[in-house]
């Protein structure tokens, strides 16, 4: 009878030290940060890691010979290393050494499991969810601040400051665009409105990257709800200005991703560029513009263009149909109700 108490005691401590073992999570680390990988993946999934980076992929599907990559963490420690990296977004920031790295999350930009299936494999959705609330730790007297250097109210102060200075101090027109500002705000002012109040701000990541741009713009309604007279972008972790506009040269934010440049050089010629804003950069990369034109062609006035530079641009002379079909997706503008500067 005591020899089966004993016996009964061993495999009841074993099964305690299994489950024990099957509910621990696991870490992975390389020279700069560690990642946590919950028990609930244990067998699903492969690691491979490098001096600055681990990325995580589904066994299976990998194994199937279809990639299995789920995503991956890296360390860079300039912008420029990741700017433009198709899938990549930044999500913090870490120090090692008193020098500051960006920690990006980058992800697949094909399918990476058995696309002949009707759904994704469980496990490597799981591990592909697992991206957007993995635990990072900085390692080796390195340490991780999530979310730094990514939102505007961390990034614009000075900005926002200074144009709060030169609405104060009525700043003339030649002085704004000196100073890479809008003449727009003296314009209002010279209106007798009290521009602090007329003028606001928001923080958008307008190009995808992780990293909130600044937006400033005026508070106005109907078509002029929305209409930004400076863009700023951080490039190489300083605040950069980008555009400014005016009344005849508004800009918004339309579909999410792309920002607007509408535009009127008299009644019978106005258009509407699109572009998109380059990560770590200042430079507007054109994706489509279009034009009416009734000087060029006042019976048949519609003209798009798909050129790569828009000062350069080869026009196409559509149909009004067609010119409206193609338009009609770049008209979903971002109504912003801005936080006035006062």
Known sequence: MKNKFILC?????????????DTKDF????????????SIAKDSYVAKKKKNSIAIYDKDSMNAGFGGFAFAIIAYKTPSEHAMSIGSRKIGELVKNNALYDIVIARPTDVQYDYT????????????????TVEIEGTKKATYFKDQG??????????????????????????????????????????????????????????????????????GTGSWKGVIYDIYTMVNRKPTHVISGGTRDRYYVCDDVFICREYSSGALESGVDVYNLVENSTELFPQVSFKYDGYTNSKKPWFLSYGSDINKEEWNNVDEKTFKDRKKVFEKYKRFNFTPLK
């Open 117 to 132: 299936l009707k759904s994704e494999p469980r496990s490597y959705r799981y591990l592909y969810n697992l991206g957007n």
């Open 150 to 219: 990514m939102k505007g109210k961390d990034l614009y102060q000075e900005v926002l400051n200074k144009h709060r200075t030169a609405i104060k101090e009525k700043w003339d027109s030649i002085k704004l665009e000196d100073e890479n500002m809008s003449y727009m705000y003296n314009v209002l002012s010279s209106g007798g409105a009290d521009v602090l109040n007329k003028v606001g701000y928001a923080y958008y990541d307008v190009n995808a990257d992780g990293i909130d741009e600044l937006l400033i713009g005026e508070i």
């Open 27 to 38: 870490k992975i680390s390389n020279k700069f940060f560690s990642i946590t990988i919950p």
């Open 9 to 21: 005691l061993i495999f009841t401590i074993f099964c305690a030290s299994v489950t024990l073992a």
